[in-house]
């Protein structure tokens, strides 16, 4: 699908991969609505009310990038001072896994009413996961499985909606010089850059918004979770 003249939604798009990908996308002709909690207004992408009235205002959208997550409130399972919070697992899992469908089920509606493509396609979705999903760390088991449901709805949406000219596709990145990366170990965070096979170093935001465009543009990438790492592979701290 080209970009020129396209309308694209970006969740998470004021900061880190999102703001990325928004940069890219309007410099590829697209134009760009973003929702994000700490944006204008602010937009809870697991809110099904504001995320419908915010898709209903937009025209002819045919791209989505989900990059609205969130990465703290984890720990290990047990501690001393007690079990894990369920609070802050069900938060992980609203923010990062509902969140992301609730906004791939109202701009898939949205895109299915639109007239084909030349080239038979109505819309492209990208969503994002991690290397956490298969790579899990000590104390990452709430990130670890709401980015793992994330990637494991990527091929069954792709199935469902392949028949109305829908492409859906995950990202995995693996460690991003995002401010979500602020909050690791310093120790830990030398540790993963100097054990990657190369390039040695986190990924840039810029190399995520390439894939991006790379996913649009490129029609037979569909049903598919792409690891973005440098061939990083995570281990326990």
Same mark, same amino acid.
């Given at each position: 699908m080209q970009l020129h003249g396209v309308g694209a939604l970006v969740t998470g798009g004021a900061s880190g991969l999102g703001a990325a990908?928004?940069?890219?996308?309007?410099?590829?002709?697209?134009?760009?609505?973003?929702?994000?909690?700490?944006?204008?207004?602010?937009?809870d992408v697991a809110d099904p009310d504001a995320v419908a009235a915010l898709v209903e205002s937009l025209t002819e959208l045919r791209v989505l990038v989900c990059c609205a997550g969130i990465g703290s409130g984890g720990g290990r399972v047990v501690r001393r001072s007690g079990p894990h919070s369920l609070d802050d697992f069900?938060?992980?899992?609203?923010?990062?896994?509902?969140?992301?469908?609730?906004?791939?089920?109202?701009?898939?509606?949205?895109?299915?009413q639109l007239?084909?493509?030349?080239?038979?396609?109505?819309?492209?979705?990208?969503?994002?996961?991690s290397i956490a999903a298969f790579d899990g760390v000590t104390g990452g088991?709430?990130?670890?499985?709401?980015?793992?449901?994330? =990637?494991?709805?990527?091929?069954?949406? #792709?199935?469902?909606?392949?028949? /109305? !000219?829908?492409?859906?596709?995950?990202? $995995?990145?693996?460690?991003m010089t995002t401010p979500m990366v602020e909050?690791?170990?310093?120790?830990? =965070?030398?540790?993963?850059?100097?054990? #990657?096979?190369?390039?040695?170093? /986190? !990924?840039?935001?810029?190399?995520?918004? $390439?894939?991006?465009?790379h996913i649009v543009e490129n029609p037979l990438l569909n049903g598919e979770v792409i690891r973005l790492d440098g061939a990083t592979r995570m281990r326990p701290l």
């Open positions: 990908t928004v940069e890219a996308l309007t410099g590829a002709g697209a134009t760009v609505a973003v929702a994000d909690i700490s944006g204008q207004p602010s937009i069900e938060r992980m899992v609203r923010v990062n896994l509902t969140g992301t469908f609730n906004c791939v089920r109202l701009a898939a509606w949205a895109m299915s007239e084909p493509t030349d080239t038979g396609e109505r819309g492209v979705i990208i969503t994002t996961s088991s709430a990130y670890s499985a709401s980015k793992a449901g994330v =990637a494991g709805m990527t091929l069954p949406l #792709a199935r469902d909606l392949g028949p /109305f !000219g829908i492409r859906v596709v995950s990202i $995995a990145p693996g460690p909050g690791l170990v310093p120790e830990f =965070a030398a540790q993963m850059a100097a054990e #990657a096979p190369f390039p040695r170093r /986190f !990924g840039r935001p810029e190399e995520y918004a $390439a894939l991006v465009r």
